[in-house]
């Protein structure tokens, strides 16, 4: 007993520095091309690191591209965001950091989005590693072209999955309440059980109890 209970003990002690030492995945997914007038919409970029170890210096700039397909720069990452000092009215106070320390998450959100926001954006980002010999440099682009809409769409994926969700909710409800009953009426019938054999000895005289008869031998 005593080896059973050292055992799960050090299982216990693995699990715990495991998840200490566990780092959150870096995916890399497409960002979002929709959104809603008036609300926040976090512009996605993502350039995940192979190697966390390295020591990196990472470097963002965000465009604008309008109608002119020319490049404004609306924001940036040097050391530490900012709006860049030239840029234009419209962009001042619209834009927010939305990325993450790591630096690998290099989003920005757009407040208070309006349709005239609606257009194609760039995401620039260079990164600089350093070995202990060398160093290199890494870059990536990601183009969004955003589309601004009244009112948010339908999701059909989201209303399914919702109802999906209730369905298994009444399903699970349901099978935890056929559980509980048959457990009961086992329950219920093994006290019964015990009971009537505690009747059965019980009705037995006392002399017989204390004095059984001898077996019959021939």
């Not at 690998?104 to 208070?112: A, C, T």
């Not at 005239?116 to 620039?124: A, I, L, P, Q, R």
């Not at 409800?173 to 086992?186: A, G, S």
Request: with cysteine; proline share 4%; charged share 25%.
């Amino acid at each position: 007993m005593a080896t059973q209970v050292r055992v799960v003990l050090h299982l216990l002690l693995l699990y715990i520095f495991a998840v200490q030492e566990g780092r959150p995945v870096c995916v890399d997914v497409d960002p979002e091309t929709e959104a809603v007038k008036g609300e926040f919409m976090k512009m996605k970029c993502v350039y995940c690191m192979k190697r966390e170890e390295i020591s990196t210096r990472t470097m963002v700039k965000w465009y604008y591209i309008g109608p002119d397909k020319r490049e404004v720069l609306i924001y940036e990452y040097h050391d530490e965001p900012r709006e860049p000092q030239n840029v234009e009215d419209y962009w001042k106070g619209r834009l927010v950091w939305n990325g993450s320390k790591d630096m690998q998450d290099i989003s920005i959100g757009i407040l208070n989005v309006t349709l005239n926001d609606t257009g194609t954006y760039k995401c620039k980002a260079s990164r600089h590693y350093k070995y202990t010999f060398f160093t290199s440099t890494g870059t990536k682009n990601i183009t969004i072209n955003l589309k601004v809409k009244e009112k948010a769409s339908q999701d059909t994926t989201a209303l399914y999955s919702q109802i999906m969700m209730y369905v298994l909710l009444v399903f699970l409800t349901f099978w935890l309440l056929v559980e509980m009953i048959y457990c009961y009426r086992k329950i219920s019938k093994s006290d019964e059980q015990a009971q009537d054999n505690a009747t059965d000895y019980l009705a037995i005289p006392s002399e017989n109890k204390e004095n059984p008869e001898p077996a019959v031998t021939e």
